[in-house]
Structure formats: C-alpha cells, structure tokens
T-cell receptor, first 111, second 113 residues
Framework: KQEVTQIPAALSVPEGENLVLNCSFT??????LQWFRQDPGKGLTSLLL?????REQTSGRLNASLDKSSGRSTLYIAASQPGDSATYLC??????????FGKGNQVVVIP | ETGVTQSPTHLIKTRGQQVTLRCSSQ?????VSWYQQALGQGPQFIFQ???????GRGNFPPRFSGLQFPNYSSELNVNALELDDSALYLC????????????FGQGTRLTVV
C-alpha cells in the first residue's frame, strides 16, 4: 500500500526560527514528490516539485530534499514568518497517475 | 494564481440528493483529477480524466462519476448523497497524465445534511 506519513502533525515555532517538516513514503517507486501549502478551508498551492531523479529543489526561503531510497523528503523553511502559518502537505506521484497525500503538518509561527 | 477554477465554492445538500461540481482546468492543461478531503485528512484520489477519457479511479463507489469536455473542463457528479460525503472537493489540472506538476483549484466545500 502506498502510504505517506507526515511528522509532526502540528508544531509551533517563534518567528525567525527555521522550520523542518518531514515526509515519509512506503513505496519508493515514485515519479515525483510535491509539497503544497493549504490555508484553512482553501485549496492547495504548489510550493516545490522534485522529480524522482533529483535530490533537492529550492525556491526562495524554501528548500526540499528527496531521498528516494529511504523513502523520505524534508521541507526546510528558513527564517519563518507569521505568514508561513498554514498546513503543509506532501504528495507522492506513483505510476497509477494519482497523488498520494499525507495528512499534513499544521504550522503556527508565533510573532 | 493557479488558473484552476472551481464552482460553486460552497453548497449545502440534503441526504439522498444529487450534486454536480465543476472545474475549469488551467490553460494548456489536458488532464483533470478530482480529490476528496475530509476535515483533518489529506486529499483522497477520486478519479482522473485525460483527453476526455477516465484514466484511473480511486476507491470510491460508482455513485461518484465524472466527465471531461472537449475544452478539458470537468464535472464531478455524486448521486444519492450521504452524510459522509461532506468534504472539500479539490480539482487539479496538469499537462499530460504522468510526471508533471499538478495545480489545484480553491475547492468546493460540500455539506450534506
């Protein structure tokens, strides 16, 4: 079964600290992995896409790494801001054309 | 702005009724996927349409059906609504059915009473 787990489920950090969000997946035969942001009751905003052949991707303060062999990805958010408060979802694309999602990391950045 | 639009944004239906949700894909995208997100959960794959044909289906009963139009917009239909169908329904569009970035709409919040 293709399961995706995100730990921790929720976390709070003071403004300015770096955020580290973890994602693990059971089946390493992935095509790509995407990190999304979701604000309460809203849709998903794509943050970063990592192809299976890549080790990391960066966009501004965001950096995502991928270790396919160990079934892990980590999203780093540098110098967190209150506007970073949201739920972050990890999703893995498999050959059956569907994204498998974790339940998300709910983040609160305290001013 | 992702370019994927969904309508309506919210609706309330009574158990047993039928509902149709709509999605306009991003310009240039020919693939639409639908997901159901219950409160506090990650989205669950319902099905995908690629060039007007169903191209994969998740673990949802047949009362969940869909279609894709020649302009690649899509509809999700749910018959005989149940209370557990209350959720946020998300549409994602992409170019091609494999290994491309998915862009999501803002979702439709369905409440079944």
């Amino acid at each position: 079964k293709q399961e995706v787990t995100q730990i921790p489920a929720a976390l709070s950090v003071p403004e300015g600290e770096n955020l580290v969000l973890n994602c693990s997946f059971t089946d390493s035969a992935i095509y790509n992995l995407q990190w999304f942001r979701q604000d309460p009751g809203k849709g998903l905003t794509s943050l970063l896409l990592i192809q299976s052949s890549q080790r990391e991707q960066t966009s501004g303060r965001l950096n995502a790494s991928l270790d396919k062999s160990s079934g892990r990805s980590t999203l780093y958010i540098a110098a967190s801001q209150p506007g970073d408060s949201a739920t972050y979802l990890c999703a893995v694309l498999y050959g059956n054309n569907r994204l498998a999602f974790g339940k998300g990391n709910q983040v609160v950045v305290i001013p | 702005e992702t370019g994927v639009t969904q309508s309506p944004t919210h609706l309330i239906k009574t158990r047993g009724q039928q509902v149709t949700l709509r999605c306009s894909s991003q310009s240039g995208h020919n693939t639409v996927s639908w997901y159901q997100q219950a409160l506090g959960q990650g989205p669950q794959f319902i099905f995908q349409y690629y060039r007007e044909e169903e191209n994969g289906r998740g673990n949802f009963p047949p009362r969940f059906s869909g279609l894709q139009f020649p302009n690649y917009s899509s509809e999700l239909n749910v018959n005989a609504l149940e209370l557990d169908d209350s959720a946020l329904y998300l549409c994602a569009s992409s170019q091609g059915s494999m290994n491309t970035e998915a862009f999501f709409g803002q979702g439709t919040r369905l409440t079944v009473v």
